[in-house]
C-alpha cells in the first residue's frame, strides 16, 4: 500500500540512524500485519479514508519513531521528537547561512588568503554547538514548563492531535529507483556516449567551434584570449573523462556494472575537484589576457581586471558547493557503512 510506504518513509526521518533500517524493518512487518487483521475483519481492501483512520489511530510518524528512542532523561518523549527535528533544522540552516556569509566575506577580501579560509572551517564546529546548546535550552525549559503546566501549551498536543495521513510526503522515487541495479543497455550507453563525449573534448582544440559555436568568430576578433591555465584545465578534463570510461568499461567487461560502487563515485568527484583548484591556482588569477596589450591597455584594461576578479569568484563559490556537496555524500557513505556493521553485530 502506497499509503503506508509514505508512512514509513516519514519514521524512518526520525528514527535512529544507526538502527534505522533494522527498525523500518520489524515496523513494517508489525503494521502489515495488523492491515492484514484489519482487511481480513471488512473482508475487502481497505478505501483510502478507512487506510487513512488506521493510519491516524497509530499515531503520528515522529510520535511512532519515538517509541525507538533511548530514553531521554532532559527532554521527554512528547517534546522530544518535535526538539530533535527542530535541532537538526537549524544546525543545518546555520551551517548553510554560515558558510555563504563566511564565502562573501573572505570574496571581498583584497586578497584571497587560505589563513580565513581556514579560520572560517574551525569556527564552524563552535557554531554548531552554540545552537545545539540554545535549542535544547529553549526545549528543556518548555519540557520543564509542559511536564507541570501541560494545559498551557496546547501546541504540543495539538502538534500530534490534528495530525492527518493525508498530509504525508510523496515517496522518494529518486531513492526508490536508487535501490535497482542499473539494466545492462543502460550500462553499454554510458559507455558508448563516454566514447563519443571523449571524441567531442578531443576535437575542441583544432575545432573550437564544437563548445563556443557562432561565439568561436567572436573570440577570434576579440582583444582578449584565454590564458594557458585553460590548457592545463582542459587535459585535466580529458584525463578525468578518460579514467572515468575507464572504469566503466572495467565494471561492463567483469560484470559489475549492475551497482556502481560508491567509493568509485567518490573518487570521480574527488578527481573532479583538480580540475577547478588547477584554475583557482592562476598565476594572478589571470583567466584572460590582451592579445595586443600595448595597444588596447587603456581601452579594455578595467574590463580584463574586472573579468579575471569575477571568473575567480565563481570558481570559488562552484569549488565551495562541490566540497560541501561531497563531504556530504562521504558523509552519508559513512554513516550507512556505520549502520550496516551494527545491524550485522545484533
Avoid at 528514527?15 to 503494521?31: G, K, M
Wanted: charged fraction near 15%; proline fraction near 7%; glycine fraction near 6%.
Amino acid at each position: 500500500m502506497e499509503l503506508l510506504d509514505r508512512y514509513l518513509q516519514a519514521v524512518k526521518k526520525h528514527l535512529p540512524w544507526e538502527r534505522q533500517d533494522d527498525i523500518l524493518a520489524e515496523l513494517r512487518a508489525n503494521l502489515e500485519s495488523q492491515l492484514e487483521d484489519r482487511e481480513a475483519e471488512v473482508g475487502r481492501p481497505l478505501t483510502t479514508a478507512e487506510a487513512e483512520a488506521w493510519l491516524k489511530e497509530i499515531g503520528p510518524p515522529m510520535q511512532m519513531a519515538a517509541r525507538y528512542q533511548p530514553q531521554q532523561y532532559l527532554i521527554g518523549p512528547a517534546v522530544f521528537p518535535m526538539y530533535w527535528y527542530v535541532l537538526r533544522l537549524a544546525c543545518g540552516w546555520a551551517l548553510v547561512i554560515y558558510s555563504i556569509v563566511s564565502a562573501v566575506q573572505i570574496l571581498s577580501e583584497s586578497t584571497l588568503g587560505w589563513g580565513s579560509v581556514l579560520a572560517a572551517i574551525l569556527r564552524m564546529p563552535w557554531l554548531l554547538i552554540s545552537t545545539a546548546a540554545w535549542i535544547t535550552l529553549v526545549f528543556a525549559a518548555l519540557e520543564f514548563m509542559y511536564s507541570r503546566y501541560p494545559q498551557n501549551f496546547p501546541i504540543v498536543t495539538r502538534h500530534f492531535g490534528d495530525w492527518s495521513p493525508a498530509t504525508l510526503p510523496p515517496l522518494d522515487k529518486r531513492a526508490a529507483q536508487g535501490m535497482k541495479p542499473r539494466s545492462y543497455a543502460k550500462a553499454v550507453a554510458e559507455v558508448v556516449f563516454g566514447f563519443i563525449f571523449l571524441a567531442w573534448l578531443l576535437l575542441i582544440p583544432n575545432h573550437p567551434y564544437v563548445i563556443w559555436g557562432p561565439g568561436a568568430n567572436y573570440l577570434q576578433s576579440s582583444p582578449f584570449a584565454l590564458t594557458p591555465v585553460w590548457v592545463q584545465f582542459y587535459w585535466w578534463v580529458v584525463g578525468l573523462n578518460i579514467v572515468q570510461l575507464g572504469w566503466r568499461c572495467a565494471d561492463l567487461l567483469s560484470g559489475a556494472w549492475q551497482r556502481p560502487r560508491p567509493m568509485q563515485q567518490i573518487a570521480i568527484k574527488l578527481m573532479g575537484l583538480v580540475p577547478l583548484v588547477v584554475l583557482l591556482s592562476a598565476q594572478d588569477q589571470l583567466f584572460l589576457r590582451l592579445k595586443h596589450p600595448a595597444l588596447d591597455e587603456s581601452r579594455y584594461g578595467e574590463t580584463l581586471i574586472a573579468t579575471n576578479h569575477g571568473i575567480h569568484y565563481a570558481l570559488l563559490i562552484v569549488s565551495t558547493i562541490v566540497t560541501l556537496q561531497l563531504v556530504w555524500e562521504i558523509g552519508q557513505m559513512g554513516i550507512n557503512a556505520y549502520r550496516k556493521r551494527i545491524g550485522a553485530t545484533q
